[in-house]
């Protein structure tokens, strides 16, 4: 069980959340390594199928800690900055390749970094009360920070990415809705029962075809569409070979529903 995060498992779905509520659960140094390590070691975990990042105390996280993280860094020198943008950095890499669907449930505050998990994830939910902001701009810092400048323009567009970024303004819920950059918006109330729900929802689906998904969804980003195209040719002849595929076969003939087994 990890030590600077809550860790909690429904079945194949394991729900992650950071704990400290009393300040809307920034990270720490700690927290941003044991994720790292955690989200490394999802992709050899063949027990779980789907994560849930969830909100915490009705917020989802204040991003970097202004006394644990920021202070200290202001001392150090470039070395060590580096070693500590590198690591940010391999937390959201670690997301992208762990071969898990990702739902964060956003709730409350989610800015700095914690917007940065969020919008790592595949998918996200969020409430009426959420305030998504890339605050770097706002602390003497470019937006570029952990992928933001390649990542959000993707998912809300260029023109209003660019906006977030150089201002630094928090991004009300209904925008985020419009823009896509939220799956849907849901009660405060219902928030983690509804991304549990649709966690259980996916990993009922065929497991090693969603990690073709997730893969191909990343890497498809840098390729031409010949390459991408080629790419999924061999991704789906892949999945083809699964005993899923041939699970799926053989209860459509049978006028049944399939029940997939990830193999």
């Known amino acids: 069980m990890p030590d600077h995060f809550k860790l909690t498992r429904d079945g194949t779905v394991a729900t992650v959340a950071l704990d ?11 927290s941003y390594a044991e994720l790292r390590d955690w989200f490394r070691a999802l992709q050899y975990d063949e027990e779980t199928t789907a994560v849930v990042f969830a909100s915490n105390g009705g917020n989802f996280s204040s991003g970097g800690d202004v006394h644990d993280i920021i202070g200290p860094l202001v001392e150090m020198d470039m070395k ?48 009426a009360q959420a305030k998504t902001a890339f605050l ?33 303004r928090a991004m009300s819920a209904e ?57 999924e040719a061999q991704a789906q002849a892949i999945c083809m070979q699964t005993q899923d595929f041939r699970r799926a076969y053989e209860a459509f003939v049978a006028k049944e529903k399939p029940v997939f087994e990830g193999d």
């Open 80 to 127: 060590d900055l580096l070693r500590f943008t590198r690591m940010t950095g391999d937390l959201v890499k670690a997301m992208l390749h762990c071969g898990k669907p990702i739902i964060a449930a956003v709730d409350g505050i989610c800015v700095g970094a914690g917007a940065i998990i969020a919008m790592a994830s595949d998918l996200r939910l969020g409430t």
């Open 175 to 231: 925008e985020g809705a419009e823009w896509g950059f939220f799956n849907r918006l849901v009660p405060a109330d219902d928030l983690l029962v509804e991304a549990q729900k649709l966690a259980q929802r996916i990993s009922e689906g065929p497991n090693f075809a969603h990690m073709m998904t997730k893969t191909m969804l990343n890497q498809e980003w840098s390729m031409t569409l010949d390459q991408a195209i080629e790419s």
């Open 20 to 30: 400290r509520p009393d300040r809307k659960n920034p990270l720490t140094f700690e």
């Open 136 to 168: 770097f701009t706002r602390v003497g810092l470019a937006g570029c920070d952990m992928g933001a400048c390649a990542m959000l323009p993707r998912i809300i567009g260029q023109g209003r990415a660019a906006e977030l970024l150089y201002t630094g």
